[in-house]
């Protein structure tokens, strides 16, 4: 019920291309659903953040799609660039837990020059 | 100036020893977190801390022992190292809004030897 379920668990595309990660939940009680990206040897970062009354939300070259009903919800990079090599962590926080935040387990993406 | 750091950056040490890991934030935030991240980079929290005060503490062997001092530092004191706890150990922080974006330090690796 606490899990936010991730995949795929590694991605390669090709430079230009578009990066999709998937993530899904079961606990309808989760309300935000931010994003990290890690770069290697360095702390995740807030990548970009949905809450689950909008469908779709884009900054620049990533968009988060979220599909309530089948409590599902995904990344999209467009022009995906090798600077885009990282791991991507999906997570899910709910108004009981605190400041409690539940990863998903990463996607590891690559991008081919 | 760094936002969030911790030292040390990389600990080698031998099974049984007791160790610890700091962290200063210098954000004015007012809930700090310690993280794991194993392996297969699953990053999992173990403690959160707000205001001095512990609020989050999940199911994390009583070797672990997180002290904070004063609001700008949270530290991470392990007894009894067993091979199992190497692992990355990410501090972060963030305002007392479960929605507001959660700031990670450079991570500790720690070696269990």
């Known amino acids: 019920q606490q899990q936010v379920k991730q995949s795929p668990q590694s991605l390669i595309v090709q430079k230009g291309g578009i990066s999709i990660i998937n993530c899904a939940y079961e606990?309808?009680?989760?309300?935000?659903f931010p994003w990290y990206q890690q770069f290697p040897g360095k702390g995740p970062a807030l990548l970009i953040a949905i809450r689950p009354d909008v469908s779709e939300k884009k900054e620049g070259r990533f968009t988060i799609s979220f599909n309530k009903s089948a409590k599902q919800f995904s990344l999209h990079i467009m022009d995906s660039q090798p600077g885009d090599s990282a791991t991507y962590f999906c997570?899910?926080?709910?108004?009981?837990?605190?400041?409690?935040?539940?990863f998903g387990s990463g996607t590891r993406l690559s991008i081919r020059p | 100036d760094t936002a969030v750091s911790q030292t040390p950056k990389y600990l080698v040490t031998q099974m049984g020893n007791d160790k610890s890991i700091k962290c200063e934030q210098n954000?004015?935030?007012?809930?700090m977190y310690w993280y794991k991240q194993d392996s297969k980079k699953f990053l999992k929290i173990m403690f959160s801390?707000?205001?001095?005060?512990?609020?989050i503490n999940e199911t994390v062997p009583n070797r672990f022992s997180p002290k904070s001092p004063d609001k700008a530092h949270l530290n991470l004191h392990i007894n009894s190292l067993e091979l199992g706890d190497s692992a990355v150990y990410f501090c972060a922080t963030s305002t007392s809004s479960r929605t507001d974006t959660q700031y990670f330090g450079p991570g500790t690796r720690l070696t269990v030897l």
């Open positions: 801390y707000n205001n001095k005060e512990l609020i």
């Open positions: 997570a899910a926080t709910m108004y009981s837990s605190a400041s409690k935040i539940i």
């Open positions: 606990n309808t009680a989760f309300d935000y």
């Open positions: 954000l004015g935030h007012d809930t």
